[in-house]
């Protein structure tokens, strides 16, 4: 088949181009207009245009208290959610990779947490979550515990938001991880269990090493989103009680849509965005050296 | 490869262009947002009467209140916007979207059908910029079989309240419940600050550090911390009422427009015969419940078909489907459809004394007037939740409410509306 | 072989246990929508009551779902598919020519909040007069999906050895066919992943939703907030529209399921 030899020389940067072009074209306007906005100190409650003020924003909002707080908030949630589902995500892809009777039905079940819109269940939960009627409470005290606060109380809002956010997305890293269990080639486990291991040690010295990009890549994924969770949260405590469950995320979205600070708030998501891209850059050192 | 792909990009751009200019083609047409309403709801309803009779079509968008803002100061903020009518609460972005520019003066409308108390947060100058729509007020909802069964009398004071919340109150029943959820609780303690003699603003002054305002908010700290449902401060209306219409409150203060959702059968095994609702009680100072214009209808300045516009919210305030809206218990903003006593007949009798309180002795805000009102209730909310978590008994409550108050102020200044 | 047998209950129950965990809201959501406002909220929770269908006579009656469903498949498919015309040549580059930094580009889109975007393209798409058709859905909902695509599949072509194209290279092949005719076939299992995901998030997405669509583009998820009133949750009605919105997706993906089986068993090349 005849092709034109440029095609096949610049083919590493035709392949990308059209892509590269369209993430550029929707891209490079709103970093430029929230980089622009983070300068000035543009609100709308006084009623007046933007005027440049240079770093101002920045000291007004990367001192205040509740800022730092947020900041402190987004990790916590982050790390915790993250850590639990992939740990919980790998487990449940490492039992379910085999074939066995109603593996198709168990992937389909698996999906329907993710397929599940998370402002209706930021919604449903809430309503589950009730401390006096909610299902929640009604199943600890069936079993002889104690009835919770969960979102309501400024200590337990936190772990409530989590085991939501472990519940919708475990069963993403899941099957990413099947997929890549799914390609992987039999000849180093065969091998191994020939030698001799046991099924335990396989798992730990030859099918996670060798999966490992995969989980990483599913990591990063999720990370990426975790530290910008903003639905479920927003439907079930809007960052109550009081600030307690206030995320970056929510705290631009209130400065923003109920403050109308529109100059703070891109401050706030000018911060949000340098800090996941750091932490995906750091996953993703981890992704690369795992790689070889 | 390069020149073809950058060929068929420049021409699927020019392709939508040209589509979606053909397809706007010039019609008779206005873009009208409404708020998940009753009221937005009869609108929707009754929009293919208007265009058959004007031949105007409309396209009518329905949000949710939070959503309606979002939507609309996108579009507004960004001069984008292809909005002609919409809904609007006075009170919470009625200063902010005057100061922008983004209502439209209403100088043709007739205004004569509204009383003067509502007129002042629809004007801003000499100008009228918003059509009230819709009125709420402060009510006090209870358990007429609790209170019939312990030998209680309607509360008819703040003492009254906190005695029978405490006789009322069990392991299964909460003695008494109001929202604690920070910001959504400020409107509901304001009436409590007025009877107690304190306010929020005044005169564009931050003064709810005084005496008389802390000590209501220590009576509504005590109150919900001591026989509030549990939780109570991350409770908003949507999470009390459905533990009400279970039938696990005896006695709730909020607005008068839930009073129709908590007696329909389809909603609460309670029943009318159970739920009554009375004026909510005084306090030491006085009897002032808060009675507010909570939704208007405002024409866009940015819109291009402001004739049309016109048309449209004449006939969408009128007091024809106000009428309309008082037979579907909606509590109308207009005077006349109040007097109209067919009208009155049909509407829920509870609602009808409970506003004629109101009206004669109630006070037309319920939260502090100013543009950067979001941020002043999430402040105020942090003493609501404090006084709360420490049954009204915070040593902090004063110190605490001297830094909101001074926060708020800052707030005045920044907008320029402090001392107005 | 009785050791066998113990194995494979104890696997069979873990199977169970991570079934229900998965299942239990949606068991209750599903009954929830069913039942009356009353019996949804009673206390003790009622596990017997009398179903009603009334909640979703209002979901497709009085709401319209059936131009939401239209349109958030519309959306969907649309800027799924542009993602995996864009995004898998983009990916197969990455993997093969190691290209990091692209890699990073591309997904900085990801790591972009949500709200920055809004104003800023409200803007744009309104200038171009493009508000009112579902091109602006479409191109916002291709910026989650992209990345998705691109990121998963770069991945996944990593764990395609080398020599599977580079011996039809070594025949005469160009990279281009190779990638064509032997790469992508290979592809299944990471191809329906990515999409399958993507197709997901465009599906729930919320925010662009609610701010870029115009009444006769709106999309489901919006649907469920028509029941969040002024002065009224209609649970029933909340629990009905979730259900609704959720039954297409699954319906979707589990077609998608079996296409996949099928077309990875009618033999595949594998060296």
């Known amino acids: 088949m005849m092709q034109s030899g440029f095609a096949e020389r610049n083919l590493q940067r035709l392949f990308p181009l059209p892509a590269v072009i369209f993430v550029a074209m929707l891209m490079v306007f709103p970093v430029l207009y929230t980089s622009y906005l983070s300068f000035t100190n543009w609100n709308l409650t006084s009623g007046m245009p933007a005027t440049f003020v240079g770093w101002r924003s920045y000291a007004r909002v990367l001192t205040e208290p509740r800022f730092v707080n947020a900041l402190v908030r987004t990790f916590i949630f982050t790390f915790f959610a993250v850590a639990i589902e992939g740990i919980c995500g790998v487990a449940a892809a490492l039992v379910l990779h085999r074939a066995f009777v109603g593996k198709s039905l168990a992937k389909l079940l698996l999906l329907l947490p993710l397929v599940a819109t998370p402002v209706a269940i930021g919604i449903v939960f809430n309503l589950f979550y009730d401390p006096t009627i909610g299902l929640a409470n009604f199943v600890l005290t069936s079993l002889g515990l104690p009835p919770g606060l969960w979102i309501s109380n400024d200590k337990s809002v936190i772990p409530s938001l989590i085991l939501v956010d472990v519940w919708q997305w475990t069963p993403m890293i899941t099957l990413i991880v099947l997929a890549g269990l799914a390609g992987l080639s039999d000849e180093p486990i065969e091998a191994a269990r020939i030698d001799g291991a046991s099924e335990a040690q396989i798992i730990r010295w030859v099918t996670i090493p060798m999966v490992m990009p995969v989980i990483l890549t599913a990591l990063i994924l999720r990370l990426i989103d975790a530290l910008k969770t903003f639905d479920i949260i927003f439907a079930m405590t809007g960052g109550g009680p009081g600030y307690a469950s206030e995320t970056l995320n929510i705290m631009g979205y209130k400065y923003s849509f109920e403050y109308f600070r529109m100059g703070q708030s891109a401050v706030i998501l000018v911060v949000l965005f340098l800090v996941v891209f750091t932490c995906s850059l750091g996953i993703m050192k981890l992704r690369t050296a795992s790689e070889i | 490869m390069k020149k073809l792909v950058r060929n068929i990009v420049v021409l699927s751009c020019s392709l939508c262009l040209c589509v979606s200019a053909t397809v706007r083609a010039q019609q008779k047409e206005i873009r009208v947002l409404l708020a998940n309403h009753p009221y937005g709801e009869l609108l929707k309803s009754a ?80 100008k009228a910029y918003i059509v009230p729509l819709v009125t709420e007020w402060q009510v006090l909802y209870y358990r007429k079989d609790l209170l019939a069964g312990a030998g209680i009398k309607v509360p008819a004071t703040f003492d009254d309240l906190e005695a029978a919340a405490k006789k009322l109150n069990s392991e299964n029943i909460a003695g008494m419940a109001s929202r604690g959820k920070g910001a959504a609780a400020v409107t509901q303690l304001s009436s409590y600050v007025y009877n107690y003699g304190g306010q929020y603003l005044d005169k564009g002054v931050a003064v709810f550090d005084s005496k008389p305002a802390v000590d209501a908010i220590r009576f509504y700290g005590k109150l919900l911390g001591t026989y509030g449902p549990k939780g109570v401060t991350s409770m908003s209306w949507e999470n009390i009422m459905p533990l009400f219409q279970a039938g696990k409150i005896a006695m709730w203060t909020d607005a008068s427009v839930f009073y129709g959702q908590i007696i329909d059968p389809a909603k609460t095994q309670l029943g009318a015969d159970k739920v009554g609702i009375a004026n909510f009680p005084a306090g030491p100072k006085t009897d002032s419940p808060f009675i507010v214009t909570s939704w208007g209808m405002a024409v866009a300045k940015q819109s291009k078909k402001k004739d049309l516009a016109m048309k449209f919210i004449e006939w969408a305030t009128s007091k024809e489907l106000a009428a309309k809206g008082m037979l579907a218990n909606i509590t109308m903003a207009r005077s006349s459809v109040w007097e109209d006593k067919a009208v009155l007949a049909k509407v829920n009798p509870g609602l009808v004394e409970t506003r004629a309180f109101a009206a004669k002795n109630g006070y037309p805000l319920d939260r502090p007037y100013m543009s950067a009102v979001g941020e002043a209730r999430d402040l105020i909310g942090e003493l609501i939740i404090d006084s709360i978590n420490t049954k009204g008994a915070s040593p902090n409550l004063e110190k605490m409410a001297k830094e909101r108050v001074e926060k708020v102020n800052e707030l005045l200044q920044d907008t320029g509306e402090y001392g107005k | 072989m009785n050791r066998k047998f113990l194995s494979t209950t104890i696997f069979y129950l873990a199977v169970v246990g991570i079934a229900l965990v998965v299942l239990f809201p949606f068991l209750w959501m599903l009954s929830s929508s069913f039942k009356t406002q009353v019996d949804i909220i009673a206390w003790p929770p009622k596990i017997l009551f009398a179903p009603t269908i009334q909640n979703y006579q209002k979901v497709f009656g009085e709401q319209d779902f059936l131009k939401y469903f239209m349109n958030s498949t519309i959306v969907g498919v ?114 329906i992943t990515a999409t399958t995901l993507a197709f997901i998030f465009s599906w729930n997405n919320f925010l662009f939703s609610q701010v870029l669509s115009m009444e006769k583009t709106k999309t489901l998820p919006i649907a469920v907030y028509n029941f969040l009133s002024y002065a009224e949750v209609d649970w029933g009605g909340v629990m009905a529209a979730a259900c609704a919105i959720m039954a297409p997706a699954i319906i979707l993906t589990m077609i998608f399921q079996k296409y996949v089986v099928k077309g990875l068993t009618m033999g595949a090349v594998k060296g």
């Open chain 3, 78 to 191: 649309a800027a799924v598919g542009l993602s995996l015309v864009l995004g898998l040549p983009a990916a197969y580059s990455i993997a093969r020519f190691n290209q990091k930094k692209l890699a990073v580009f591309i997904l900085l889109a990801r790591l972009m909040p949500g709200i920055s975007f809004l104003m800023p393209w409200y803007i744009v798409f309104s200038r171009l007069e493009l508000m009112d058709s579902y091109t602006a859905l479409i191109l916002s909902h291709m910026l989650i999906a992209l990345p998705i695509v691109i990121w998963i599949m770069s991945s996944y072509f990593g764990t395609i050895p080398r020599e599977m194209e580079e011996s039809a290279m070594v025949d005469g092949a160009t990279r281009q066919y190779a990638f064509w005719k032997i790469i992508l076939p290979l592809s299944g299992p990471g191809v």
């Open chain 2, 47 to 126: 929009i293919p009467e208007f265009e058959s009779a004007t031949g105007i079509k409309v396209n009518a968008e329905s949000l949710q209140e939070s959503q309606l803002t979002t939507k609309l100061t996108t579009e507004f903020a960004t001069s984008s916007s292809s909005v002609d009518v919409f809904m609007t609460r006075p009170l919470q972005e009625g200063k902010m979207f005057y100061k922008n520019g983004w209502y439209e003066p209403l100088g043709a409308y007739d205004f004569s059908d509204y009383p003067k108390n509502v007129m002042s947060v629809a004007t801003f100058g000499t």
